[in-house]
Each structure stands twice: as C-alpha cells, then as structure tokens.
C-alpha cells in the first residue's frame, strides 16, 4: 500500500528503512523524499515510526 502517493512509497520500504535504522521521519524524509509536496503522509509515517 502506498503511503506517499507523491513519491510513490510503500509501507514496506518504510517498515524496511525502519529495521534497518531509519528511525527518524526527518531521515525517511531525507531518504524517500516523502513528506515534502503535500504533506498527507506525514501523519501515517509517524503512525509506522510509533
Ligand atoms: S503523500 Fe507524501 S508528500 Fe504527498
């Protein structure tokens, strides 16, 4: 399922990124690009980072 539509990224890549130490929205922002054109998905990354 997609969580950023903008940057098309998936829960799964983000789950992954997490495991493997990506542990900030900052950094999956920094890594995926996502977060930054509308924002809606800022709410569901932090949901996944919880
Ligand atoms: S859905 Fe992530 S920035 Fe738009």
């Known amino acids: 399922m997609y969580v950023c539509v903008c940057k098309a990224v998936t829960d799964s890549q983000i789950l992954t990124a997490i495991e493997q130490g990506v542990c900030t929205r900052k950094k999956?922002?920094?890594c995926f690009g996502v977060g930054k054109d509308c924002g809606?998905?800022?709410?569901?990354?932090i949901a996944l980072l919880k």
Do not use: M
Not at 40 to 45: A, F, L, M, P
């Open 40 to 45: 809606k998905c800022n709410k569901d990354i």
């Open 28 to 30: 999956l922002t920094h």
